[in-house]
């Protein structure tokens, strides 16, 4: 009988973050790719468009006119799959249809007022501006009596459902606990209880000893691709320092997010020498008024490419019906993205 | 304040099978749609396609040659994602490092030897004998001591990552109870030791009085848009009858599961005039030689269409980060999907 090799048989991996298992199939990326590819997203944009609804100064479809703003822009979002409105509900009593209405507010962060700039092309300084936006939107809506949840997320590229190209991300506060949140959390606060220690704090030293799967560090963060990742080149950003919330962070602290959020974004631009597409979302404790020591700071990337930049990995059949399955090893994935330049493509002198 | 009505107010239905909430958004249809459009999949195909790996005759990439077969075929999948190699492995004690070996065998299943011929324009007799393939399939992996669990499903269309328009489906059995179906069956078994009696038995009961999501019905099963469903158009296939595996089926069960295959894919090619993109999967008992009498046959179809042929609803950030979210009330799809002809567009009379 041969001896196991991650690179080479297939098995599964455990998620801690939220109990679930991922089969890993190291081997399969090898196979012929006949199916659909996606468009290419390279072509040059102008840094101003005057059909864009978030470029400084266009009107938006409800006829309201942008400012001409320099940095960061927060405007609500103008067709918001939450809202604030409370309404009178009686419970059924069914527990076959379980049904709640759900309370909440959607904005959309409009990271730069130029048109073709993303964040792996910002300067950190700019970036600083949307984390500190990121933070005062996080006060001001975790302090809103009926908000106990706020995510922040970033949908880039036209593969990821994302309608315009001007680099912006939202926020979608809530007042329940969304599902994968509440299991990351179920997850935390019980090894917390168990170990008086905080899950991804252990789980990044010991990423940091092995070294196999961190792609960039810094003094306060580092980025991994976790041992569990579903993704081909998903990432797990994780402060060092054990807090739970982005407005706990210092100014040190907030200058080496920036920083690693640059680093991280250049890395996937340059994978495939394009404007990487990807989901990313921050995870930290929720707004309900209750401590929560059990929360540790981190931010998931999850992008769909896989093996160029028109060949992304289908989540579908097996996928939906049995469970999340990769064709390359986080391992492999984690050194391929460690070994990139880390000076963006663009600017690389031919 | 106003009274909540799910067709305008935002809330969460809570889904029994798998333990988790999905946010309904009713009223969120209405915002334009600027976004990535998806190929419409319309064009004719011919009867035979001498480049196609799956007609029969032809070779494989591997050199293989398919037999000139007539009805249904079943070959091992030429890039398997589970190999059946026996390998040693010392378990890492590590909570957060936990990684198992998995053995397994991909089938891929022809469903007809037309390139052209989808299930909802198949004859009713030759959906037939792809479900005599699939029991077949199910008895033979099944008593293999290695599997405990038999994953039957279809990705259908380049949108779901299929490769090949020519129909037809996969087969992935494994050692482990993939991820869904472990959660889909501890929520039956809880349920059937508090009850007595099945979950999707009850619901469904429940559902044929109500009326209001079902979407086809015959004397052994229904479909319905599930009170939870997530996506757009998804619905759920349920036997009438309590039995938990497809070689439970009767003759004129068989003959009904058929019958409702075509008439459910017929009312989704119908919904937009295309050859409706989909993946389904039919969940059942595991072949983990216990006895499951909580265990209900059922399928899934996850189609991914919402606005049109060519318009997409993106699972992604909020999604991924948050939880699943859907823009139309299940309600509304259903009595959509209820309304559309029983008879194929394609033989419609002018
Ligand atoms: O096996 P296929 O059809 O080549 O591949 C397709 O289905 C598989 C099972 O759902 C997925 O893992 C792949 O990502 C998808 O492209
Ligand atoms: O809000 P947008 O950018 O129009 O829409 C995009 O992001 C949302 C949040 O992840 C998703 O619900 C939509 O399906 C997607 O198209």
């Known amino acids: 009988m041969q001896?196991?090799?991650?690179?080479?048989?297939?098995?599964?991996?455990?998620?801690?973050?939220?109990?679930?298992?991922?089969?890993v199939s190291p081997h399969r990326t090898k196979r012929p790719w006949q199916g659909q590819n996606e468009k290419n997203n390279s072509e040059a944009l102008p840094e101003y468009d005057a059909n864009c609804y978030l470029c400084p100064g266009n009107e938006r479809s409800n006829g309201i006119k942008n400012p001409n703003y320099?940095?960061?822009?927060?405007?609500?979002?103008?067709?918001?799959?939450?809202?604030?409105?409370?309404?009178?509900?009686?419970?059924?009593?069914?527990?076959?249809?379980?049904?709640?209405?759900?309370?909440?507010?959607?904005?959309?962060?409009?990271?730069?007022?130029?048109?073709?700039?993303?964040i792996p092309e910002m300067e950190v300084s700019d970036i600083e501006k949307v984390i500190q936006t990121w933070k005062e939107q996080y006060i001001e809506l975790g302090s809103k009596d009926f908000i106990n949840y706020v995510q922040i997320f970033e949908n880039k590229g036209a593969v990821m459902g994302c309608s315009n190209p001007h680099p912006h991300g939202q926020i979608w506060a809530q007042s329940s606990l969304p599902t994968q949140v509440?299991?990351?959390?179920?997850?935390?606060?019980?090894?917390?209880?168990?170990?008086?220690?905080?899950?991804?704090?252990?789980?990044?030293?010991?990423?940091?000893?092995?070294?196999?799967?961190?792609?960039?560090?810094?003094?306060?963060?580092?980025v991994v691709v976790p041992f569990w990742a579903i993704w081909p080149y998903e990432t797990l950003l994780i402060s060092k320092r054990h807090f739970g919330t982005i407005i706990a962070m210092s100014k040190e602290e907030t200058l080496a997010f920036a920083e690693i959020l640059k680093g991280i974004t250049i890395k996937y631009?340059?994978?495939?020498?394009?404007?990487?597409?990807?989901?990313?979302?921050?995870?930290?404790?929720?707004?309900?008024?209750?401590?929560?020591p059990e929360w540790h700071f981190h931010m998931h990337f999850y992008p769909p490419l896989l093996r160029s930049a028109t060949v992304k990995k289908f989540m579908v059949g097996y996928e939906m019906m049995g469970e999340a399955q990769r064709d390359i090893s986080p391992e492999k994935s984690a050194a391929i993205l460690r070994d990139l330049p880390t000076l963006h493509y663009k600017l690389k002198k031919e």
């Open 3 to 23: 001896t196991f090799n991650p690179n080479d048989h297939p098995h599964r991996r455990y998620n801690p973050l939220i109990d679930e298992w991922v089969l």
């Open 70 to 118: 320099t940095d960061c822009f927060v405007f609500e979002n103008d067709f918001a799959a939450l809202l604030e409105e409370e309404v009178v509900h009686e419970p059924n009593l069914n527990p076959m249809f379980q049904l709640k209405p759900e309370r909440g507010i959607n904005k959309v962060v409009c990271f730069s007022p130029k048109h073709n700039l993303t």
């Open 182 to 222: 509440a299991k990351t959390q179920n997850s935390l606060e019980k090894y917390f209880e168990t170990n008086k220690r905080s899950l991804l704090k252990e789980y990044l030293d010991a990423e940091l000893i092995k070294k196999e799967r961190i792609v960039l560090e810094n003094e306060h963060f580092a």
């Open 269 to 292: 631009d340059n994978l495939f020498e394009t404007s990487f597409p990807y989901s990313s979302g921050i995870h930290q404790a929720p707004t309900d008024r209750v401590s929560h």
